[in-house]
């Protein structure tokens, strides 16, 4: 992804779908809020690198999920104890509860989204 802007939004989608992926207790809080928002769970997609798919479909993902990412990233059960994994948290829920990124989440979708068809 060469448009720097567009790369550092990107590497804080793919650090919010990290985190959740990997945080074991805000993953299994994400996937009951999904359950309750959704009726379903939806899997948060880490991308392939250089394939316009793979980056189409991991910005999904976090679109699809959105309201269920910030439920959870609001609960107190997600606060980390340890203070390197709260220092963590607190990033990724300033990124999460930023409506810029989301505009530009949109966006960065709307841009590359039909690129994947060609």
Not at 17 to 22: E, S
Not at 37 to 45: D, G, I, N, P, V
Not at 65 to 71: D, F, L, T
């Amino acid at each position: 992804m060469a448009i720097p802007i567009m790369k550092s939004y990107f590497e804080q989608i793919k650090s919010i779908l990290h985190y959740f992926k990997y945080t074991h207790i805000a993953g299994a809080i994400l996937e009951q809020n999904q359950i309750i928002k959704y009726s379903e769970t939806r899997a948060l997609l880490i991308p392939t690198p250089t394939r316009w798919q793979g980056i189409a479909q991991t910005i999904n993902s976090l679109r699809r999920s959105r309201e269920a990412i910030e439920v959870t990233i609001l609960d107190q059960n997600c606060i980390p104890i340890g203070s390197r994994e709260r220092a963590k948290y607190q990033e990724i829920r300033v990124q999460v509860l930023d409506s810029k990124l989301w505009e530009i989440v949109e966006k960065m979708y709307l841009l590359i989204e039909p690129i994947t068809k060609v």
